[in-house]
């Protein structure tokens, strides 16, 4: 069964820094590539972040750029989102997927962790 | 970025019913060089995270009820379910990946009348 599992989130200060990672169980991590999405409570599901299968690809929303990186350790089966200079409209759940890229569907959805930049 | 544009936003029906969801988007999402619209159909029911229904518009995820059901191709599609069941409950929206960045439409609220 395919598992995705985010942690990492919590509460920071307006300019902090916080790394999510996500843990990856029941398929060959190595092979997909994933994405980032997030969703501020009561509003729609936005896209943050893609990286392809071996981490030397990846793009970003205009609104993390500069800001947010995207890395994963495929020996641990884990991706990561290092997120800096935190704002208050980054404040949102963050979820990590898989593509599958025989077809580029986002087939597999973690259950969400959850970020609060407030002072 | 592509605009995704979902009706309704809710709907409330009576079980057994047959229900359809509007999605347009801004501009094509499909692709030449395979012939296929990069639409998905999610369900989301609350505290839960997102199901794959359809994807290329109108291919089922393994596993999904062939109740749900989705056409379209260009900037216009739709997901049908027929024969409502009460778990069919919950919101379902439209993504594109044709283009980064991936975007949705606003979700479409389904109740049972």
């Known amino acids: 069964e395919v598992q995705l599992v985010e942690s990492g989130g919590g509460l920071v200060q307006p300019g902090g820094s916080l790394r999510l990672s996500c843990a990856a169980s029941g398929f060959t991590f190595s092979t997909y590539w994933m994405h980032w999405f997030r969703q501020v409570p009561g509003k729609g599901l936005v896209w943050v972040s893609r990286i392809n299968s071996d981490g030397s690809d990846n793009v970003y929303a205009d609104s993390v750029k500069g800001r947010f990186t995207v890395s994963r350790d495929n020996a641990k089966n884990t991706l990561f989102l290092q997120m800096n200079s935190l704002r208050a409209e980054d404040t949102a759940v963050y979820y990590c997927t898989r593509i599958d890229t025989s077809n580029w569907k986002v087939d597999h959805w973690g259950q969400g962790t959850l970020v609060t930049v407030s002072s | 970025d592509i605009v995704m544009t979902q009706s309704p936003d809710s709907l409330a029906v009576s079980l057994g019913e047959r229900i359809t969801i509007n999605c347009k988007s801004s501009?094509?999402?499909?692709?030449?060089?395979?012939?296929?619209?990069?639409l998905a159909w999610y369900q989301r029911k609350p505290g839960q995270s997102p199901k794959l229904l359809i994807y290329?518009?109108?291919t089922r995820e393994p596993g999904v009820p062939d109740r749900f059901s989705g056409s379209g191709s260009g900037t216009d599609f739709t997901l049908t379910i027929t024969s409502l069941q009460a778990e069919d409950v919950a919101v379902y929206f439209c993504q594109q990946y044709y283009a980064t960045p991936i975007t949705f439409g606003q979700g479409t609220r389904l109740e049972i009348k």
């Open positions: 501009q094509s999402v499909l692709y030449s060089s395979d012939s296929k619209s990069y």
């Open positions: 290329w518009a109108s």
